[in-house]
C-alpha cells in the first residue's frame, strides 16, 4: 500500500500520535555525551545552501545521530520548560503558540534520520533505530504528559469563550487539548495507572499477534513433482524453487503468503492444489495451535473496551475516529452499504461469467473460492486479451515524469525545473528540481527524486517532507520528496515503466503537490485526518491516461509514436474488469473491522462473530474477505488501521466526485475547478473542518453514485436512495 510520511516534531499532534513507548521507563539519557553540539556534529549545524537551506546529506553518518537526538532532546526539553515557567497565565500565546515552534532541531535530525532508515538502509542505521526508537517514543510521552503543561493547554481551553482568538487559534486550541483527551493525559489516579497497564498489554498483545501470523506466512506447502506445477509460468517456477532451496528442502515451496498465493490460484491448473494453498492462506491464525490468534484478538477487544470506557466514548470506534472526516462509525458504515450490495450483485454476474467459461471448457464444476483468480484471469483474457508488454514501451520513465510536471503546471502554475547545482544527494541516482510558481516566478521549495530500488530501501513507494511548509515560523521553502522502486535500466537503456508503475508516480506525485502547495499558517494545522491522506493522491492519478498526456508523453520508445487510442480504450475498459471481487474482498474486511469495534460489549467467540456478521451482510460464497479476522494486521498489530479500514473507501469516493467535478466541464483540465480544487483542499492543510472544505469545493458532499460509476457499478436510479 503506498503511504505517506510525514516528518515529525512540529506540533503535538504529530509528536503523540508517534508509537508509544511500551514500558515508558526512564531512558538512559548519558549514553553519549560527545558530539552534542554543532562544531562537533554536522547534523546539528543549521542547513545552509540554496533554497533557506538544504539537509547535508553528503555529511550524514550513523555514528552522529545519537549525539543529535541526544542535543535535541535537551533543546525541546528546554524550549517546554521556558513555556512552563512561564508567570503568566497561561493563554494561546504564551503556550499553544511557542509550542508549535519548538522542536527545530529535531524537526532537521529526524528528517536526516528518515532517509538514513528508509532510503540507504544498513546494519549500523538499523542499530540505530532499534535503540532510538523506543528512546524518542518514551522522551516525547514524558515531554508533552508533564502535569504543568496539561495544565496550561486546558486553562487555555476552558476560556476559549471568553477570549477573542480567531477560528483558526481556537481550532488549534481545541485540537490540542482534545489530543491530549484522547491520549489519557486528563486521567489520574488509578484510572491513569490503568491506561498505562493497559497500553503496556495492548503493546506486547500486538507484538504477539503478528509474531503468531509471521509463523504462519512462514509455513509453505511443498510441491515435489512437475506435475504439480502445471499452468504455472517459469518465472514464478523460479520463485518457488528459490524458496525450496532457501528452505532447505527439494522440490518448490509455495509460501503461505499473499505474493504466493495470488499467483498460484490465478494460474495453475491442479484445482486440488489450488483448494490445498488457499485453505492454508485463509488459515493463517486460525488453526488451533500454538500460532492460533482467536485468543490474542478477544483480549485485544476486552482491553479496547476498556479503555475507550476510561476515555469516555462510547466504544473503540468512537475513539479512533474522534479525529477523522467520517466522525462516526456510523457515517462509514452508511458510506459502506451504500457501495455493498452493487459491488454484492457485480459479484454475482462475475460468477456466472466464469461459470460461463468452465462449463464452455467441460470442467464440471461450480466455481469456489479457490477457483475465483484463475477463472477471472480466462474471462479478462478472453474480454480484453491486453497484454502488459504491449504498455510498456510508451511509458518510459523519463517522459512520465516530465508529463507529471507538464500536469502541475497545467493545472496548479507549477513549475519543475531540474536542478544542476550542487545540492547534495544522499545517493547518486537522486535527482532535485527546483519549483517555482510560473505566474510570479518566486520560488516554491525543492523535489527530491528516487525513482529506483536498491539494497537497504524500502519496499514501496512513498512521499515524504525534509521541511514543511508554515508561516508561523517564518515562510521557508518547501523540501519534498517522491520515492519509489522501479527497476534500474541496464546501463545504456531507456527506463521503461508499467502502467500501474505510471501510476505510482502520479500517485506519490499527487501527495507531493498536496504538500508544495499548502498554505497554513500554524505547523499544527498541516497534515490532513488518516481517512483524507489518500484523496489528493488518488485524484492526480486520474490525469495518466488523458489523451493531452499521452499524445505529448506516451510515445513508444522506438517508434515515437504516441499511444494509440483503441489501446487506450482498451485499457479503459478493463479497468473496472473484477471490481466485484475486489470490493467485496476489502468491503467485507472493512465492514467486519467496523461492527468488531462499534460495541460496547467486546465479542468474545471472534470466529462465531465473522461468520455471523458475514451472513448478516450476505457475502458471496465465492469471496472470503481480504484479511480475515485471525490474520488481519491492520487492526491487531497496532492500533493505527483498528476502526479505520473503511479509510481508503472515503477517500476513493471523493476522489471519483472530484474527478467528475473535471469531466462534467467538459475539460479535464478546467482550471476554474483546479483552483477551486487547490483553494479549499490542496492549500489548507487541517485549518478547516475537511468536510466543510469538501463543501466549499463540490457546493455538497461527495456523491457515492461517482464511486460506483467509476468501480463500474450499476447506480441506483433517482428516488432508490434513502439517504
Ligand atoms: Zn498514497
Redo the contacts with the bound molecule.
Keep these: 500500500m503506498?503511504?505517506?510520511l510525514f516528518t515529525a516534531a512540529s506540533g503535538l499532534a504529530m509528536s503523540l500520535s508517534m508509537p508509544a513507548a511500551v514500558n515508558a521507563q526512564e531512558a538512559e539519557m548519558t549514553t553519549n555525551g560527545e558530539m552534542t553540539s554543532a562544531e562537533t556534529n554536522p547534523l546539528l549545524a543549521e542547513w545552509t545552501g540554496p533554497f533557506e537551506g538544504v539537509p547535508p546529506w553528503d555529511q550524514m553518518a550513523p555514528e552522529y545521530f545519537p549525539g543529535a537526538f541526544e542535543a535535541a532532546m535537551e533543546e525541546m526539553r528546554a524550549e517546554v520548560q521556558a513555556v512552563i515557567d512561564n508567570p503568566e497565565p497561561a493563554t494561546f500565546d504564551n503556550t499553544n503558540r511557542p509550542m508549535e515552534l519548538i522542536g527545530e532541531t529535531m524537526g532537521r535530525v529526524q528528517a536526516m534520520f528518515g532517509v538514513a532508515v528508509s532510503n540507504i538502509s544498513n546494519d549500523e542505521y538499523r542499530a540505530v533505530q532499534a535503540e532510538w526508537a523506543p528512546r524518542l517514543a518514551a522522551f516525547y510521552q514524558q515531554l508533552y504528559l508533564q502535569p504543568e503543561l496539561i495544565e496550561r493547554y486546558r486553562t487555555v481551553y476552558e476560556n476559549l469563550d471568553e477570549s477573542d482568538l480567531t477560528d483558526e487559534q481556537r481550532r488549534l486550541a481545541t485540537r490540542d487539548y482534545e489530543q491530549l483527551q484522547r491520549n489519557g493525559a486528563l486521567l489520574e489516579g488509578e484510572d491513569r495507572e490503568r491506561l498505562s497497564e493497559i497500553t503496556q498489554e495492548l503493546a506486547s498483545l500486538y507484538s504477539e499477534f503478528s509474531n503468531k501470523v509471521l509463523a504462519d506466512e512462514e509455513t509453505y506447502i511443498l510441491l515435489d513433482s512437475e506435475d504439480d506445477l502445471a499452468g504455472l509460468p517459469d518465472s514464478f517456477v523460479s520463485t518457488l524453487r528459490g524458496a525450496a532451496e532457501e528452505r532447505e528442502v527439494e522440490g518448490w515451496a509455495v509460501v503461505n503468503t499473499r505474493s504466493y498465493m495470488q499467483p498460484f490460484l490465478q494460474n495453475s491448473t491442479r484445482r486440488d492444489l489450488r483448494e490445498q494453498v488457499y485453505n492454508a492462506y485463509i488459515n493463517r491464525g486460525d488453526n488451533g495451535d500454538e500460532n492460533d490468534t482467536n485468543a490474542t484478538i478477544a483480549q485485544i477487544l476486552q482491553l479496547r473496551a476498556e479503555r475507550a470506557a476510561l476515555l469516555g466514548f462510547e466504544t473503540h470506534a468512537h475513539w479512533r475516529m474522534a479525529d477523522t472526516m467520517a466522525q462516526t462509525p456510523e457515517n462509514a458504515e452508511d458510506l459502506m452499504m451504500r457501495v455493498w450490495p452493487a459491488a454484492v450483485a457485480r459479484v454475482e454476474q462475475e460468477v456466472a461469467d466464469m461459470q460461463a467459461i468452465a462449463d464452455r471448457e467441460g470442467a464440471g464444476i461450480t466455481i469456489e473460492p479457490w477457483d475465483y483468480r484463475f477463472y477471472a484471469e480466462k474471462v479478462r483474457q478472453d474480454r480484453y486479451s491486453i497484454d502488459e508488454s504491449e504498455i510498456t514501451p510508451y511509458f518510459q520513465l523519463e517522459n512520465m515524469i516530465e508529463a507529471m510536471f507538464w500536469a502541475a503546471g497545467q493545472l496548479y502554475d507549477l513549475e519543475f525545473t531540474e536542478n544542476t547545482g550542487d545540492v547534495p544527494v544522499f545517493q547518486e541516482d537522486v535527482r532535485t528540481f527546483v519549483v517555482t510558481d510560473s505566474r510570479d516566478g518566486s520560488n516554491v521549495g525543492l523535489f527530491y527524486l528516487d525513482n529506483y530500488a536498491r539494497t537497504g530501501k524500502r519496499s514501496g513507494a512513498w512521499?515524504t517532507t525534509y521541511r514543511s511548509q508554515q508561516t508561523l515560523g517564518g515562510e521557508q521553502n518547501v523540501l519534498a520528496s517522491n520515492n519509489n522502486n522501479f527497476t534500474e535500466p541496464a546501463a545504456g537503456e531507456v527506463a521503461l515503466i508499467s502502467l500501474d508503475d505510471a501510476s505510482t508516480l502520479f500517485?506519490?506525485f499527487g501527495?507531493g503537490i498536496h504538500y508544495l502547495l499548502q498554505d497554513v499558517y500554524y505547523p499544527g494545522l498541516s497534515g490532513t485526518p488518516r481517512d483524507f491522506?489518500?484523496y489528493p493522491?488518488q485524484v492526480n492519478e486520474n490525469w495518466l491516461l488523458t489523451r493531452a498526456i499521452l499524445d505529448r508523453f506516451a510515445t513508444h520508445y522506438e517508434t515515437g509514436e504516441p499511444m494509440p487510442q483503441a489501446l487506450v480504450d482498451r485499457i479503459e475498459e478493463s479497468s473496472t474488469f473484477n471490481e466485484g471481487f475486489a470490493t467485496v474482498e476489502y468491503l467485507s474486511s472493512a465492514i467486519v473491522d467496523m461492527r468488531l469495534h462499534n460495541r460496547t460489549e467486546p465479542v468474545t467467540d471472534v470466529d462465531a462473530f465473522e461468520r455471523e456478521t458475514l451472513a448478516e451482510i450476505g457475502m458471496p460464497e465465492e469471496i472470503v474477505m481480504r484479511h480475515r479476522l485471525p490474520q488481519f494486521n491492520h487492526l491487531f498489530s497496532s492500533d493505527a488501521y483498528s476502526a479505520g479500514y473503511y479509510s481508503y473507501l472515503w477517500s476513493e469516493t471523493m476522489d471519483a466526485d472530484t474527478w467528475e467535478a473535471f469531466e462534467e466541464t467538459g475539460d479535464v483540465w478546467n482550471r476554474e475547478v483546479a483552483d477551486r480544487f487547490r483553494e479549499y483542499l490542496l492549500s489548507t492543510g487541517n485549518e478547516t473542518d475537511r468536510a466543510e472544505a469538501y463543501r466549499q469545493f463540490r457546493g455538497r458532499d461527495p456523491d457515492v453514485d461517482a464511486l460506483l460509476r467509476k468501480r463500474g457499478f450499476p447506480v441506483p436510479a433517482e428516488g432508490d436512495t434513502t439517504d
Design positions: 503506498k503511504r505517506v512521499m500517485h506519490e501527495h491522506v489518500e493522491s
